[in-house]
């Protein structure tokens, strides 16, 4: 029972993190004059419209994914690298925002909510920390400057050279990207088994993306802990 609640409590979450925050990418190009999202019909909150597979399936066994990311023409801005810039970076204050939005939420749950049957409790309890973690995991996860993620994206807004090093993280960063995925990927998979625990600890050695997920994640989500926990205890 409260595995299937988890598993739906995780997808609502997952629909919500990432219709929200391919969203703010969608609009925020509409105001700057680009109206590439809103003809290919991004420029919504639905779901279905900024789902993408594979992510959504990294979502449910390594706790960060992606979404179909939204088409955009910078050469529409009305001024190009602002536009690109603030294109580039409204996914990720979007998902802090509702990082910081979710956590009362699940505070105030966990205070007044106490219903008869506990499987319930367990759902609206854990629908806003899903939400939460995974806002945070997905802001985290898109402020990597690998292509196609949103750090890249402001590498581009604010990188007038061209370089060697650019070049080579243009052309090679999204199978990077991918190399680092997968190696956290098996890192999840073999330690949910206790046959291939040790697999799993030697592999937790070159898990990059696990260290960066976990320590960044900590730092961020550190201010918004702190400051509802302070004001929860007045």
């Known amino acids: 029972m409260y595995d299937f609640l988890f598993i739906i409590a995780s997808f609502i979450a997952v629909a919500v993190v990432l219709s929200l925050h391919e969203?703010?990418?969608?609009?925020?190009?509409?105001?700057?004059?680009?109206?590439?999202?809103?003809?290919?019909?991004?420029?919504?909150?639905?779901?279905?419209a900024h789902f993408d597979l594979l992510g959504l399936l990294m979502f449910t066994f390594a706790g960060f994914g992606w979404a179909k990311p939204v088409p955009i023409n910078p050469y529409n801005f009305r001024h190009y690298k602002r536009g690109l810039?603030?294109?580039?970076?409204?996914?990720?204050?979007?998902?802090?925002?509702?990082?910081f939005m979710f956590y009362p939420v699940y505070l105030l749950i966990?205070?007044?909510?106490?219903?008869?049957?506990?499987?319930?409790?367990?759902?609206?309890?854990?629908?806003?920390?899903?939400?939460?973690s995974y806002s945070l995991a997905f802001c985290v996860f898109n402020?990597?400057?690998?292509?196609?993620?949103?750090?890249?994206?402001?590498?581009e807004a604010v990188n007038r050279k061209r370089g060697r090093v650019f070049r080579?993280?243009?052309?090679?960063?999204?199978?990077?990207?991918?190399?680092?995925?997968?190696?956290?990927?098996?890192?999840?998979?073999?330690?949910?088994f206790e046959y291939f625990v040790?697999?799993?600890?030697?592999?937790?050695?070159?898990?990059?993306?696990?260290?960066i997920m976990t320590f960044v994640t900590h730092y961020l989500g550190w201010p918004i802990t702190a400051l509802w926990g302070l004001i929860f205890a007045l």
Request: glycine share 6%.
């Open 85 to 99: 810039g603030f294109t580039a970076v409204a996914g990720v204050v979007m998902n802090y925002i509702t990082a």
């Open 110 to 132: 966990l205070r007044f909510v106490n219903l008869p049957w506990e499987p319930i409790n367990f759902f609206l309890a854990m629908l806003p920390w899903l939400m939460y």
């Open 143 to 155: 402020l990597i400057p690998l292509p196609p993620l949103d750090g890249w994206r402001v590498v």
């Open 23 to 48: 969203f703010a990418h969608a609009f925020v190009a509409y105001k700057c004059g680009d109206v590439t999202p809103k003809l290919n019909g991004r420029l919504t909150i639905n779901p279905i």
């Open 198 to 211: 040790i697999a799993s600890q030697i592999f937790s050695y070159i898990d990059i993306l696990g260290y």
């Open 168 to 192: 080579f993280f243009q052309r090679y960063g999204n199978i990077i990207l991918l190399v680092l995925i997968g190696i956290h990927f098996l890192v999840n998979i073999l330690s949910r």
